[in-house]
């Protein structure tokens, strides 16, 4: 029997279910003391005073003047301090760090900062300071306006923040070692941190290591900001010779860290009577808050999905990501893509309204097929399953008998149609270089890739890949614990990209080693020779083209495709919204390990379910005031409806054994089904989350 | 201050108003328990007391002299319910389910469904969306499972 395509046992062990597996906070070292980070408690303003109003005996205090090479946390800009030094930008900036080895006394420390206050700036539509701003153009958008067979809709389209919430809160543990320091914690990207704390550190400390810990979740909220607590704690920790653990609390976490970007799309379509698209122009605003973090490829992955998987000859996609005075923004699985897709998924809807349509048959009109052209040129291959997905998903949940059965009721159902690009934009992945290696052992071989399994499956899946491509048996793979003086950089765990980019390199590393072993097994070559290691770099598809100043070209190698639908009951007294099945019809190419795909799929369109109805963020004076799980709702099993999920398989030759990438497809798609289902009973929702009170409004207007 | 800890009989000294939690995971080094928010609602914490579930973070340490406390080590490592929750993907990144698995231990025979969403309606995964956790939870009480996904392949 093959690994790929079975659902084998998981490389995890039982530890996660018995209690056994190591969190950050599980773990303890000898002297450690516990780390506390002092945070602005103003949007804007510069610092005049800080004032140590406890007992410092015993405690290490760091600020900016113990940065010991440059103090910005090196992603894509360097524009994000550490430790804020004379001005703060957001609320709940770091700006002091305290560490003792009890950690009530850190916890009952008080810090008095004293400020002198500047206007913030939160709308980020009258922010002049772009970050980013992007434009695709195919055609002209102008031309078609004048043409009489051509009706012209507009509409706005907003969503708002929303927070990951991981059920474990980021943490990390610097340990001094060797002259440098080694980090454990709950990263999915340790050579993000690695790049950030040599900035940080400079030549002074060259031995750096991070090792990932298991890690209680991540949907991109620990791609970027554990680079920030991580060389917080190396700090404390090289200021105090200890060990140094920074756990936050929920609320820390909630209000400090990154969220997804809030979004503003405008859409003004010119569609002919009959129902084809014509011209399409699309404006998109991202709320990047107070720093660059990730936001410049957030935008640009916003930016190419905006257009929705349809064919449009006159496209044009303008875009920017802005400064506010919030705490940064950041990745949030989708990245980007789950905000413009919900709106031109509405705007469809209102477009088939508008010319009195049907909305499914103005998709089928109008949906993408192999040959056709995207907004940044590329041609799509045979791997593109738009209409596939689109008619399964129709013909599975009866749809239009129900449409019109549920009709003048309080019944209701939506669709929404998707696609995410996999893998990094554009010549992301051929710029990255990532590399993977496989380790020969004593009884089999050994993965070793800085990829993080953060509950996707990273570990199974990879060692069901090199399994089948080597021929051996399953349980003769084993998978390193990703440390990065111990493994290859295979880039970093986001972006769909470890099944299709690193499984890709370990199927080919596979490959080499099997033509190594000529004909040995593991073992037997082992015994024989001794050690023995294959290391490859991943080479993209050789017809890639990406021009980044144009943004034209093969912006992905390949895109899953779904088409989510939503049936719901609505409350007209209480404006509450009660779900009562969802069906997630989607294609990634082929499942590696279908019952882990499937809780891929299960997992993502709860959150996409939350977006859409529940995970209000508010935001008071540029800071998150619902920063408790007491008053910011995620779904439970009471929310939850039945998922039916229907994986189709159209392979990617480009993928390991046809696999695409599948993490954040899922969220794509249920806040557009959930709000054109709305739109059924006559709710007019351009807004999410469709709280009750926001339905209120919408029923009101 | 006299409880039973997972089956033995355990002293403890030190403040009654100390959180359970973390007398729990700092003096009895049982990290099986999970903190997720301090404050009661996602239930990674989750204990049976006298057979019940409760979030031990939101309980006071002295209020628990004399009770019969179970974490999830006192499952040892063989249940049944935990291999579920492995083959069945109730777990993915598993911060939930030791708090999970110990929610579930509350439910009677042959639940259904809506006695399984109940069981655990405070108890959050951020990971799984839930289904997989009622099928877990539903094989393990020989219950069948409503079985609604599959893979269809085109040629």
Redesign the interface.
């Known amino acids: 029997m093959s690994a790929v395509g079975n659902s084998v ?2 490389k ?12 950050a ?2 773990i303890v070292f000898p002297g450690m003391l516990h780390g506390r980070t002092i945070r602005s408690t103003i949007p804007r303003g510069r610092i005049k005073s800080i004032r140590y109003d406890f007992d410092t005996s015993g405690f290490i205090i760091v600020d900016y003047h113990d940065v010991p090479s440059k103090n910005a946390v090196d992603l894509m800009s360097q524009d994000q301090p550490f430790l804020a030094e004379h001005e703060v930008k957001h609320m709940a900036e770091p700006i002091v760090l305290l560490a003792h080895e009890d950690k009530e006394r850190v916890n009952a420390a008080k810090v008095v900062i004293e400020y002198e206050e500047e206007e913030p700036l939160f709308d980020p539509e009258k922010s002049d300071l772009v970050f980013k701003s992007i434009e695709i153009l195919k055609g002209d958008v102008d031309a078609p306006s004048s043409r009489d067979d051509v009706v012209i809709v507009e509409g706005t389209y907003t969503t708002g923040h929303q927070e ?6 980021n943490g990390v543990i610097a340990v001094p070692e060797n002259g440098g320091v080694a980090i454990y914690g709950s990263v999915q990207c340790p050579f993000y941190v690695i790049k950030a704390l040599r900035c940080l550190l400079g030549s002074a400390h060259p031995n750096v290591r991070v090792i990932q810990t ?6 991109g909220g620990k791609e970027e900001y554990p680079s920030m607590i991580a060389g917080h704690a190396v700090m404390l920790a090289l200021k105090s010779g200890r060990p140094v653990k920074i756990i936050y ?2 609320e820390e976490d909630m209000v400090a860290t990154t969220k997804r970007h809030p979004s503003i799309v405008r859409h003004r379509t010119a569609v002919t009577k009959a129902g084809k698209l014509i011209a399409m122009d699309i404006d998109v605003i991202l709320d990047g808050g107070a720093y660059v973090t990730l936001s410049p490829t957030v935008l640009s992955r916003g930016c190419i999905h905006a257009a929705g998987p349809y064919l449009c000859d006159n496209t044009r996609i303008r875009g920017k990501a802005v400064f506010t005075n919030t705490p940064p923004n950041g990745a949030f699985r989708g990245f980007g893509a789950p905000q413009t897709e919900f709106a031109v998924e509405v705007h469809m809807e209102r477009i088939a309204e508008q010319l009195g349509m049907d909305s499914i048959e103005l998709r089928r009109i109008n949906a993408l097929k192999p040959g056709d052209i995207t907004a940044t040129g590329q041609i799509l291959r045979d791997d593109c399953s738009a209409h ?1 997905v689109l008619e ?1 998903a129709v013909r599975r949940t009866d749809f239009v008998k129900k449409r019109a059965a549920w009709k003048g009721t309080n019944k209701s159902i939506g669709l929404a149609l998707f696609y995410h690009g996999a893998g990094f934009t554009g010549a992301g992945e051929k710029t990255l270089k990532s590399k993977a290696r496989l380790e020969l052992t004593p009884t089999g071989v050994r993965i070793a890739v800085g990829s993080t399994e ?4 990273t570990r199974t899946m990879h060692a069901q890949i090199v399994t089948d491509a080597l021929g051996i048996p399953y349980e003769s793979v084993e998978v390193a614990q990703p440390d990065t003086s111990k493994v290859a950089d295979s880039g970093p765990t986001v972006a769909s990209r470890t099944c299709m980019v690193v499984g890709k390199i370990l199927e080919e590393c596979s490959h080499e080693m099997k033509e190594k072993l000529g004909g040995l097994s593991p073992a037997e070559y082992y015994a024989k020779n001794g050690e023995l290691s294959v290391e490859r770099t991943y080479e993209p598809p050789d017809w890639i083209q990406w021009d980044d100043s144009l943004y034209r070209g093969d912006a992905y190698a390949t895109y899953g495709w779904g088409c989510d639908v939503a049936e719901l009951e609505f409350d007209a007294d209480t404006f509450e919204v009660k779900p009562i099945k969802l069906t997630a019809v989607q294609e990634f190419g082929r ?1 590696i390990h ?3 795909a ?2 891929q799929i ?6 996409g379910l939350g977006y859409a109805l529940l995970e209000r963020v508010v935001m008071r004076n540029g800071a998150m005031a619902n920063g ?3 008053n910011y709702v ?5 929310d ?1 409806p ?9 392979p990617y030759p480009g993928g390991p054994f046809g696999a695409k990438g599948l993490g954040e497809l899922p969220m794509d798609g249920p806040a557009p089904a959930v709000v054109n289902a709305l739109r059924q009973l006559g709710l007019d929702v351009r807004d999410i989350p469709a709280t009750p009170e926001h339905l209120s409004n919408c029923a009101a207007a | 201050m006299q409880f039973t800890l997972n089956g033995t009989m355990k002293e403890i000294t030190g403040n009654p108003a100390a959180r359970l939690i973390d007398v729990l ?1 700092e003096e009895c080094l ?10 009661g ?2 239930g ?1 914490c989750t204990v049976l007391i006298d057979g019940e579930p409760v979030c031990s973070c939101i309980i006071p340490a002295g209020q628990v002299e004399g009770a019969d406390v179970v ?3 006192g ?3 063989d249940h049944p ?3 579920l ?5 109730g ?8 708090g999970m ?1 110990m929610a579930a231990m509350k439910l009677g025979d042959a639940p259904t469904l809506e006695d ?3 069981a ?13 956790i009622y099928r877990a939870v539903l094989k393990w009480k020989g219950m069948s499972v ?1 079985e ?7 040629e």
């Not at chain 1, 995620?634 to 009471?638: G, K, N």
């Not at chain 2, 993915?92 to 030791?98: A, D, E, K, N, W």
Request: hydrophobic fraction near 35%; charged fraction near 20%.
């Open positions: 046992a998981r995890d062990g039982i530890g996660k279910a018995t209690g056994a597996a190591l969190y906070d599980d990951h919430v991981y059920i474990e809160p298991e890690t209680g979740g991540g949907f609390d929920r596939m399964e953060i509950g996707q499956g499942p279908p019952a882990l499937r809780g299960e997992g993502g369109t709860a959150q408790q799980l007491t995620i779904p439970t099993t009471l939850m039945e998922v039916d999920v229907v994986m189709m398989e159209n | 995971r049982l990290t099986g328990v999970k903190e997720g928010c301090g404050e609602e996602c990674a974490t999830i080590e499952l040892g490592g319910l935990q291999q929750f492995m083959n069945e993907v777990a993915q990144c598993g911060i939930c389910t030791p698995i399984v969403k109940t655990l309606a405070g108890n959050l995964c951020r990971c799984t969306g839930y289904s997989a409503p609604s996904a599959g893979t269809l392949v085109i």
